[in-house]
């Protein structure tokens, strides 16, 4: 079935490090793949999308290419801030588009 | 558009009190979802409409949840009677299918029953 896995967390990391989140999906057809960020006490914003095959989807400093061949989608970001800190949902829509199964979230803690 | 708007953003009540959840998704989308988040189990998918029609409620947990889409601008969710294991932050997110543009997501309701 359709399924979304992302490494557990929570990530610690420094400011000024490299993140990155790992994160694989099982789904039929071509799905469009999402990351959305979660700021504590406020609800779930899209952070970048790919909608086909290798295509990067980009914002504020984050990037994730879509990678069919290996059904993943990492999230990476080559400088980290203290204001990076949350919690990131990596997400695909079914074949119709219309319904996003997202994974289980990781939690990032950056340190000043 | 000012977003997807729900409210209360915070409802504290007592156990066996019903409890009305509010959304006013984004003029113009299609769909509309609900669902609920907790520590330990994350985020759950309750129930969505599409076009003010209810389509898929398998994830409402038991009877006391109920759901409704009056008119394309307006959703209620609500529990009666409510029981503290339903403590937890209800997020209401509309979304335009087709457009490969995911979903917004309302600032959620804390819901904390005592």
């Known amino acids: 079935g359709n399924s979304v896995t992302q490494m557990e967390g929570p990530v610690t990391l420094s400011e000024e490090a490299f993140l990155t989140i790992n994160c694989t999906y099982t789904a039929t057809g071509y799905p469009s793949l999402f990351w959305y960020v979660q700021y504590p006490g406020e609800g779930l914003q899209l952070l970048l999308k790919a909608t086909k095959a290798d295509d990067k989807g980009s914002n504020k400093g984050f990037e994730a290419t879509y990678r069919k061949e290996t059904t993943s989608f990492h999230l990476e970001k080559g400088s980290v801030q203290v204001s990076d800190s949350a919690v990131y949902f990596c997400?695909?829509?079914?074949?119709?588009?219309?319904?996003?199964?997202f994974g289980a979230g990781t939690r990032l803690f950056v340190k000043a | 558009d000012a977003g997807v708007i729900q409210s209360p953003r915070h409802e504290v009540t007592e156990m066996g009190q019903e409890v009305t959840l509010r959304c006013k998704p984004i003029?113009?989308?299609?769909?509309l979802f609900w669902y609920r988040q907790t520590m330990m189990r994350g985020l759950e998918l309750l129930i969505y409409?599409?076009?003010?029609?209810?389509?898929?409620d398998s994830g409402m947990p038991e009877d006391r949840f109920s759901a409704k889409m009056p008119n394309a601008s307006f959703s209620t969710l609500k529990i009666q009677p409510s029981e503290p294991r339903d403590s937890a932050v209800y997020f209401c997110?509309?979304?335009?299918?087709?457009?490969?543009?995911?979903?917004?997501f309302g600032s959620g309701t804390r819901l904390t029953v005592v």
């Open positions: 997110a509309s979304s335009l299918a087709g457009t490969g543009n995911g979903y917004t």
């Open positions: 997400a695909h829509t079914n074949t119709g588009g219309f319904k996003t199964i």
């Open positions: 409409f599409n076009n003010n029609v209810p389509i898929d």
């Open positions: 003029s113009g989308h299609d769909y």
